[in-house]
C-alpha cells in the first residue's frame, strides 16, 4: 500500500508518462485520465499496438513501452490484472521509475518484482483521483 507522501512525491517528481491501454475513445477512462494528467501539465505518451503511428492528445501512440525513443518517467497501466507483469518487465527494461496500475488492476507479485528491481509501484489507484485528493 502505497502512503500519501509517497503518492504525492511521485506525482510531483514524475514529468513524463507513458499510458498502457490508451483508447482513441474520449468516453474511456484511460483517454480521460491521460487528458487529465496533460491539463496538470504531465507529458503524456499514450500506448497501443491498435493505435501505433497515430496522433491522440498532441503526441505519436507508440505500440509498446519499448518503442518509445526517449525516457518515461512513469508507466500508467490501464491492462488487465493479467498483463501486469508483462508490463512491469517492459517498464524494468527501458528503465521507468514509476509503475502505477489503475483501480481494479492488480497482480501483486509483479508489483513485488518490480520494487525488487528498483521501481516505486503503486496498485489499485488512480492519479486523476489521488491529485485533487492531496491538493495537487
Known amino acids: 500500500m502505497s502512503s500519501d507522501d509517497e503518492i504525492r512525491q511521485i506525482l ?48 505519436t501512440v507508440y505500440a509498446t513501452l519499448k518503442d518509445i525513443p526517449f525516457p518515461i518517467d512513469m508507466v500508467d497501466v490501464f491492462r488487465a490484472s493479467d498483463v501486469v507483469a508483462e508490463v512491469i518487465a517492459e517498464a524494468i527494461a527501458i528503465k521507468a521509475k514509476v509503475v502505477w496500475t489503475q483501480l481494479d488492476v492488480v497482480d501483486e ?7 525488487a528491481a528498483g521501481l516505486q509501484v503503486v496498485v489499485d489507484r488512480c492519479p486523476a483521483i489521488e491529485m485533487p485528493r492531496l491538493g495537487l
Do not use: C, D, M, Y
Not at 35 to 59: H, S, T, W
Not at 109 to 115: L, M, S, T, V
Open 12 to 59: 510531483t517528481s514524475v514529468k513524463t508518462i507513458a499510458v498502457v491501454g490508451f483508447s482513441a475513445n474520449a468516453s474511456r477512462p484511460s483517454h480521460g485520465v491521460a487528458a487529465f494528467l496533460q491539463r496538470k501539465g504531465f507529458r503524456v505518451i499514450p500506448v497501443n499496438p491498435g493505435l501505433a503511428g497515430q496522433i491522440q492528445l498532441g503526441e
Open 109 to 115: 507479485a509483479a508489483a513485488a518484482r518490480g520494487r
